[in-house]
């Protein structure tokens, strides 16, 4: 990764640009921490199910569970704020905060709204590395939810908060979520919206895919989706995301639900730190 006036070079050539002097600050240095500068690609783990799904672990184990991952290889975690209170602030100290804004259950009405539960200043007051908003494209919601959206990056960029969106086609009228035209129209907005990094569905292929991220002006980050047959399934999935050219993966269920998840988390951060010629330690 490097830096030059008003832009940040990720370690896949990808320039995001900073608009003032304020935000080049603040975003160069949480996008430095994010994407830890020597690494290949990014990887996260997402733990904000719990408004959507329920518990994903006891009260007491949230904790070691970050530590876990961190201590595997993931490059970060997104927790809702009010989570993010019940660990232990070290943790952070080599592994990213991503504190997500939106928010629904699967009890609601409409499952694909999404509304803002937090602000980014919370996110900032908890020394996050990015907030995250997301938006369902194709939703009955989908102008509310676009709105949000550009009113978070806005503000992101008065604080220099860097800005994940997790776009995805979802609703009545999507037939299928994983066309890559729909997707590439996802990942697009992300960008003409204000974000720096989008997080969004995989298209099934390498070759498709690689359309996708080559319209994208910004890093574009692969959802790990549903939980797969086999582990098999889920590294073969990661590694066609890769020779993609796909920034990184976000891999929750697949992770937090693993039956080990310091083996399954350690695989996953060696496929997409590019680490294939050693073998790396687990710590549990």
Same mark, same amino acid.
């Not at 908003?133 to 978070?152: I, M």
């Not at 995989?202 to 574009?220: F, H, N, W």
């Given at each position: =990764? ?96 991503? @504190? ?6 699967? &009890? ?26 997301? @938006? ?21 960029? &008065?604080?220099? =908060?860097?800005?994940?969106? =997790? ?30 990094? @989008? ?9 498709? =895919? ?9 890093? @574009? ?35 937090? &639900? ?21 073998? &790396?330690?687990?710590?549990?």
């Amino acid at each position: =990764m490097s830096g030059d006036a008003g832009f940040f070079t990720t370690g896949e050539g990808v320039r995001i640009l900073l608009s003032t002097p304020h935000e080049a600050c603040g975003k160069r240095v949480r996008l430095s921490r994010l994407t830890r500068q020597n690494k290949d690609g990014i990887f996260l783990v997402p733990m904000d199910h719990s408004i959507t799904l329920g518990p994903i672990t006891t009260a007491a184990g949230l904790e070691h569970l970050v530590a876990v991952v961190s201590a595997n290889g993931a490059d970060g975690v997104v927790l809702h704020s009010g989570r993010a209170r019940f660990v232990d602030p070290e943790l952070f100290r080599d592994l990213s905060l991503i @504190v997500h804004l939106s928010a629904s259950t699967d &009890q609601a009405p409409d499952t694909d709204e999404k509304v803002l539960v937090s602000a980014v200043e919370q996110a900032v007051t908890l020394g996050a590395d990015a907030a995250s908003v997301h @938006v369902n494209l194709g939703s009955g919601t989908e102008s509310a939810q676009l709105a949000d959206l550009g009113r978070v990056a806005a503000r992101c960029g &008065q604080w220099g =908060m860097p800005l994940i969106a =997790m776009i995805y086609p979802r609703g009545p009228r999507i037939e299928n979520p994983a066309d890559p035209s729909l997707v590439a129209h996802a990942a697009n907005i992300a960008a003409d919206l204000g974000a720096d990094i @989008v997080k969004t569905t995989y298209t099934g292929s390498v070759d498709t =895919m690689a359309e996708v991220v080559e319209t994208c002006p910004i890093p @574009v980050v692969v959802a790990g989706g549903a939980r797969t047959e086999t582990e098999t399934d889920l590294y073969t999935s990661i590694e066609a995301i890769m020779r993609s050219g796909a920034a990184g993966v976000a891999v929750g269920r697949n992770v937090f &639900q693993a039956r080990e998840v310091s083996r399954v988390t350690r695989r996953i951060a060696n496929i997409v730190h590019g680490i294939t010629s050693r073998e &790396q330690g687990i710590a549990s």
